[in-house]
Antibody, heavy 121, light 113 residues
Framework: EVQLLESGGGLVQPGGSLRLSCAASGFTFSNYAMSWVRQAPGKGLEWVSPISDSGGSTYYADSVKGRFTISRDNSKNTLYLQMNSLRAEDTAVYYC??????????????WGQGTMVTVSS | DIVMTQSPDSLAVSLGERATIHCKSSQSVLYSSNNKNYLAWYQQRPGQPPKLLIYWASTRESGVPDRFSGSGSGTDFTLTISSLQAEDVAVYYCQQYYSTPHSFGQGTKLEIK
């Protein structure tokens, strides 16, 4: 079964850091681009950061640029999001999502269940 | 950046009736070299992650009921549910993946009348 399982969310103070992980199974992880998408409580979807299949190409939304870093370990079938200098407005459910193809210029056909990140003092 | 605007924001339709949701992009998402529209539709039921329904504007994802269809090209797109079922109550999002950032529409909440 194709599956994505996020972990690492929680409560953190403003200015703090968290590292999210997304463990993939049921497909050849290294063949597909991956992304992080977030959803603030009661709000819509926001595309945060994608990474190509090899990890050689990444992108960041302006709202997280310079603070978040996406990476992947294809030997461990795992996607990461290092989040630094967290702000209240980063509070959201963070989803990892698998692209249909190897570049991130594709739709997302598989989504994880999400992990909640709460930034509050 | 491309802005995606959906209409309406919410919609109430009777069971068995047609539901139509529109999505407009601020610039074309049609890539001329392959004649593909870089546009997807997702369904998000309450408490669930999004689910891919349609990609390349009109290609139905495997396992998606054929009452869901996508149409349009360039800047104007439509998601149609031909005969609304109770399980279709959800928020629907369009997304362009033509240029970064790959923006989503604000969502359309679909309810039963």
């Amino acid at each position: 079964e194709v599956q994505l399982l996020e972990s690492g969310g929680g409560l953190v103070q403003p200015g703090g850091s968290l590292r999210l992980s997304c463990a993939a199974s049921g497909f050849t992880f290294s063949n597909y681009a991956m992304s992080w998408v977030r959803q603030a409580p009661g709000k819509g979807l926001e595309w945060v950061s994608p990474i190509s299949d090899s990890g050689g190409s990444t992108y960041y939304a302006d709202s997280v640029k310079g603070r978040f870093t996406i990476s992947r370990d294809n030997s461990k079938n795992t996607l990461y999001l290092q989040m630094n200098s967290l702000r209240a407005e980063d509070t959201a459910v963070y989803y990892c999502a698998k692209a249909v193809g190897g570049s991130y210029y594709h739709a997302f056909d598989i989504w994880g269940q999400g992990t909640m990140v709460t930034v509050s003092s | 950046d491309i802005v995606m605007t959906q209409s309406p924001d919410s919609l109430a339709v009777s069971l068995g009736e047609r539901a139509t949701i529109h999505c407009k992009s601020s610039q074309s998402v049609l890539y001329s070299s392959n004649n593909k529209n870089y546009l997807a539709w997702y369904q998000q039921r309450p408490g669930q992650p999004p689910k891919l329904l349609i990609y390349w504007a009109s290609t139905r994802e495997s396992g998606v009921p054929d009452r869901f269809s996508g149409s349009g090209s360039g800047t104007d797109f439509t998601l149609t549910i031909s005969s609304l079922q109770a399980e279709d109550v959800a928020v629907y999002y369009c997304q362009q993946y033509y240029s970064t950032p790959h923006s989503f529409g604000q969502g359309t909440k679909l309810e039963i009348k």
